[in-house]
C-alpha cells in the first residue's frame, strides 16, 4: 500500500509559478512510476506529466510541455511539479498518482492523493 499527500496548489496570476510536491509513504517509493493528472468538473481526468522510477526518463502532455516540470527525490520519497508560465486553462485540481510501469491514462495508477486545487486567474 502506497500513501499520496498531494501539496502546493494556490492562486496564481497567468504567468505566474507554482510547484506542486506529493509525499508518499508505504511501500519502496523508487518502484514506482509517478505521475500527475489534472481535472476539472465534469471533464475526465488528464494526464499531465509522468517520471520514471529513477527520475531518468520524464512524461509530458504536449499542452504543458517545456512549462512543466517533473521531479523526484527518492532520499525523500516525494516528487514534484514545477508549473512556469501558467495560463488560466491550466486551472484544475492536480493529483498525484503511482504506477508499476508508466503510463498516461488513469486505469494504469494503483494509488492516488487527495487533489490540490491551481487557480489560475488572467
Known amino acids: 500500500q502506497v500513501q499520496l499527500v498531494d501539496s502546493g496548489g494556490g492562486l496564481v496570476q497567468a504567468g505566474g509559478s507554482l510547484r506542486l510536491s506529493c509525499a508518499a509513504s508505504?511501500?519502496?517509493?523508487?518502484?514506482?512510476?509517478m505521475g500527475w493528472f489534472r481535472q476539472n468538473l465534469g471533464k475526465e481526468r488528464e494526464f499531465v506529466a509522468a517520471?520514471?522510477?529513477?527520475?531518468?526518463?520524464?512524461y509530458y502532455a504536449d499542452s504543458v510541455k517545456g512549462r512543466f516540470t517533473i521531479s523526484r527525490d527518492n532520499a525523500k520519497n516525494t516528487v514534484y511539479l514545477q508549473m512556469n508560465s501558467l495560463k488560466p486553462e491550466d486551472t484544475a485540481v492536480y493529483y498525484c498518482?503511482?504506477?508499476?510501469?508508466?503510463?498516461?491514462?488513469?486505469?494504469?495508477?494503483?494509488?492516488w492523493g487527495q487533489g490540490t486545487q491551481v487557480t489560475v486567474s488572467s
Open positions: 498518482a503511482a504506477a508499476p510501469v508508466a503510463g498516461r491514462v488513469p486505469p494504469e495508477y494503483d494509488y
Open positions: 508505504g511501500r519502496t517509493f523508487s518502484s514506482y512510476v
Open positions: 517520471v520514471s522510477g529513477s527520475g531518468r526518463i520524464t
